[in-house]
């Protein structure tokens, strides 16, 4: 079978079944393209236009929908149609190969000799194997690919041909984005991709693999009507790109805190039960009175490690504030189902969280570093003004009053010691969080969150939506990121998914080497995940003391 296999990749260009234009590998256009490749950013890439003969691409692309089986992949990082690797069509049997032999040929003559030394003339990358890794991938309407590198194992090039619907705008998405390094001097990409480019049928673009630099991601496809089809694939060298220490998941899996991460506070408690403490004004009335509905919370905790309390607000506080947020998301266009860029938003105290192969999200941080007295507030004079207030007066006055600390202790049966609190927005089209292991809980820890997003809960409770928070073990994350395996995995174990409820608060019991994610928000959604998050250590007599049951039954 090998020696069949050698014989066949040879070099299809001696033969009459050479699918891709001669002119693309012409002397001539080799400078042109190493010339422009040498001079891109912000890292080398390039891009080649009507590299196949139409009617040979409408083949491909007719063989990739009917003949070939893709199955549906979605995790933290990507939701997208992806077949298997196109590797496989070598072994398979004649009848299958003749229906898709376009595509066979195709992957051939990717992966000759001939084609690999133009590719190695152009990016420099010397002696490419032939070793073949490529699949066809179909980004539907809400499919994205989060930023990343592609740095995994012998990849040193990687390319996309794009065999997309016709006249493809910028409009509809699914723009290769590509990543300058941040300012800060540290191995990340920047907040925002400098270039973007459109996946255009019938072209191939391509760009060098290299770790901590070829920061990269694919726009989600905004157009309901549109398609964006793919090959992707690498082509591999004998050995490991130097830095893979540098790597996207080298760094997401490293135990390293982030640098806008917030710090724990020291909590001072008011001694009492929370019936001794006069409930915030904000607060449903039958949450904070309503003994017996204590005790349900307390036994659902106990029993499941999580709740979600879809009225812990007194209902026209709750209607109002969401009506406030609603109008901000239709000011700034996040209603209107489009792409908007990624500094739109930013206002005032509003702070772009990062880096993007991370984490990406708003958070309102209203206090200076001029050691301000904590209750004083910094608004900005905009359109956001109304929706901040009422934001953060309700985390002021429920953070401050004790009563919320005193109630949590209540129906978690924890002792609080510590906590942060973050405002926080996550744009349609724009905003999500990683599982990356600098966020990994290293101790038990109760998270409780205020989910404020807007637009009516049913828009939000299927999940295509996304804005959904996904907890999982480090272990399962890695495991997960290590296979490519999806994280809605059939028989959900190691993870609990809470859905994003406007209005609603959940209250989770976090047992330790846990971590959280917020799902990306689709361009689709009908408007911001606005949130409240408090994150509370607690006190342990001992590190073999026992904790509540429900700190067990979450993962």
Request: charged share 25%; glycine share 6%; hydrophobic share 35%.
């Given at each position: 079978?090998?020696?069949?296999?050698?014989?066949?990749?040879?070099?299809?260009?001696?033969?009459?079944?050479?699918?891709?234009?001669?002119?693309?590998?012409?002397?001539?256009?080799?400078?042109?393209?190493?010339?422009?490749?040498?001079?891109?950013?912000?890292?080398?890439?390039?891009?080649?236009?009507?590299?196949?003969?139409?009617?040979?691409?409408?083949?491909?692309?007719?063989?990739?929908?009917?003949?070939?089986?893709?199955?549906?992949?979605?995790?933290?990082?990507?939701?997208?149609?992806?077949?298997?690797?196109?590797?496989?069509?070598?072994?398979?049997?004649?009848?299958?190969?003749?229906?898709?032999?376009?595509?066979?040929?195709?992957?051939?003559?990717?992966?000759?000799?001939?084609?690999?030394?133009?590719?190695?003339?152009?990016?420099?990358?010397?002696?490419?194997?032939?070793?073949?890794?490529?699949?066809?991938n179909v980004y539907a309407p809400g499919?994205?690919?989060?930023?990343?590198?592609?740095?995994?194992?012998?990849?040193?090039?990687?390319?996309?041909?794009?065999?997309?619907?016709?006249?493809?705008?910028?409009?509809?998405?699914?723009?290769?984005?590509?990543?300058?390094?941040?300012?800060?001097?540290?191995?990340?990409?920047?907040?925002?991709?400098?270039?973007?480019?459109?996946?255009?049928?019938?072209?191939?673009?391509?760009?060098?693999?290299?770790?901590?630099?070829?920061?990269?991601?694919?726009?989600?496809?905004?157009?309901?009507?549109?398609?964006?089809?793919?090959?992707?694939?690498?082509?591999?060298?004998?050995?490991?790109?130097?830095?893979?220490?540098?790597?996207?998941?080298?760094?997401?899996?490293?135990?390293?805190?982030?640098?806008?991460?917030?710090?724990?506070?020291?909590?001072?408690?008011?001694?009492?039960?929370?019936?001794?403490?006069?409930?915030?004004?904000?607060?449903?009335?039958?949450?904070?009175?309503?003994?017996?509905?204590?005790?349900?919370?307390?036994?659902?905790?106990?029993?499941?490690?999580?709740?979600?309390?879809?009225?812990?607000?007194?209902?026209?506080?709750?209607?109002?504030?969401?009506?406030?947020?609603?109008?901000?998301?239709?000011?700034?266009?996040?209603?209107?189902?489009?792409?908007?860029?990624?500094?739109?938003?930013?206002?005032?105290?509003?702070?772009?969280?990062?880096?993007?192969?991370?984490?990406?999200?708003?958070?309102?941080?209203?206090?200076?570093?001029?050691?301000?007295?904590?209750?004083?507030?910094?608004?900005?004079?905009?359109?956001?003004?109304?929706?901040?207030?009422?934001?953060?007066?309700?985390?002021?006055?429920?953070?401050?009053?004790?009563?919320?600390?005193?109630?949590?202790?209540?129906?978690?049966?924890?002792?609080?010691?510590?906590?942060?609190?973050?405002?926080?927005?996550?744009?349609?089209?724009?905003?999500?969080?990683?599982?990356?292991?600098?966020?990994?809980?290293?101790?038990?820890?109760?998270?409780?969150?205020?989910?404020?997003?807007?637009?009516?809960?049913?828009?939000?409770?299927?999940?295509?939506?996304?804005?959904?928070?996904?907890?999982?073990?480090?272990?399962?994350?890695?495991?997960?990121?290590?296979?490519?395996?999806?994280?809605?995995?059939?028989?959900?174990q190691g993870m609990a998914s809470i859905?994003?409820?406007?209005?609603?608060?959940?209250?989770?019991?976090?047992?330790?080497?846990?971590?959280?994610?917020?799902?990306?928000?689709?361009?689709?959604?009908?408007?911001?995940?606005?949130?409240?998050?408090?994150?509370?250590?607690?006190?342990?007599?001992?590190?073999?003391?026992?904790?509540?049951?429900?700190?067990?039954?979450?993962?």
């Amino acid at each position: 079978m090998q020696e069949k296999r050698r014989r066949q990749d040879d070099d299809p260009s001696l033969t009459d079944t050479w699918p891709i234009n001669p002119n693309v590998i012409s002397k001539a256009n080799t400078l042109s393209l190493t010339e422009s490749f040498n001079n891109s950013k912000p890292y080398k890439h390039a891009i080649i236009d009507g590299i196949l003969d139409s009617q040979e691409l409408s083949n491909i692309r007719d063989e990739i929908l009917n003949s070939l089986s893709a199955a549906f992949k979605e995790t933290d990082l990507y939701k997208v149609h992806q077949t298997g690797d196109l590797a496989a069509l070598e072994f398979m049997d004649a009848e299958v190969q003749q229906r898709v032999r376009h595509i066979f040929r195709l992957r051939r003559a990717l992966y000759s000799k001939q084609f690999r030394s133009f590719v190695e003339e152009i990016t420099g990358e010397n002696n490419l194997t032939d070793k073949v890794d490529c699949a066809a991938n179909v980004y539907a309407p809400g499919c994205h690919l989060l930023c990343h590198d592609d740095v995994i194992g012998t990849r040193r090039v990687s390319y996309i041909l794009y065999l997309s619907d016709e006249d493809w705008k910028a409009e509809d998405g699914g723009c290769l984005e590509l990543y300058p390094l941040s300012p800060s001097g540290r191995t990340e990409p920047a907040d925002s991709p400098t270039a973007t480019l459109l996946p255009i049928r019938n072209r191939l673009a391509f760009f060098r693999v290299e770790p901590g630099v070829s920061f990269h991601s694919v726009q989600e496809v905004a157009n309901p009507a549109k398609n964006r089809i793919s090959i992707q694939g690498w082509f591999h060298g004998s050995t490991p790109p130097e830095g893979v220490e540098k790597a996207t998941i080298a760094q997401i899996t490293s135990s390293e805190t982030l640098p806008s991460a917030k710090a724990f506070l020291p909590l001072c408690k008011q001694q009492g039960k929370s019936e001794d403490f006069k409930p915030p004004k904000i607060v449903n009335r039958s949450i904070a009175l309503d003994v017996a509905l204590k005790s349900q919370i307390r036994d659902q905790l106990s029993s499941n490690g999580m709740i979600l309390l879809p009225t812990f607000l007194k209902s026209k506080l709750s209607h109002d504030l969401l009506n406030v947020l609603k109008q901000v998301d239709e000011e700034q266009g996040f209603s209107e189902c489009r792409l908007l860029p990624v500094s739109t938003g930013t206002a005032g105290n509003w702070r772009m969280i990062g880096p993007p192969h991370l984490q990406r999200f708003m958070r309102f941080d209203e206090y200076s570093h001029r050691n301000k007295d904590e209750t004083e507030l910094s608004l900005p004079e905009d359109a956001l003004q109304r929706s901040l207030q009422g934001l953060l007066e309700m985390k002021v006055e429920a953070g401050n009053s004790g009563w919320l600390e005193s109630w949590l202790e209540d129906v978690t049966q924890c002792t609080l010691k510590s906590r942060r609190i973050s405002v926080r927005r996550f744009r349609p089209g724009l905003d999500f969080t990683v599982g990356h292991y600098g966020a990994i809980s290293k101790k038990p820890m109760i998270d409780v969150c205020l989910c404020l997003a807007t637009g009516p809960r049913d828009s939000w409770a299927e999940g295509d939506a996304g804005g959904f928070q996904v907890y999982t073990s480090a272990e399962e994350s890695q495991n997960a990121k290590a296979s490519a395996a999806v994280y809605t995995n059939e028989d959900g174990q190691g993870m609990a998914s809470i859905t994003c409820t406007p209005g609603a608060m959940s209250i989770v019991l976090r047992p330790a080497n846990s971590l959280r994610f917020e799902k990306y928000v689709s361009v689709s959604a009908p408007g911001s995940r606005w949130d409240v998050l408090w994150e509370f250590e607690i006190e342990q007599i001992s590190a073999d003391a026992s904790l509540p049951e429900g700190f067990l039954k979450l993962l």
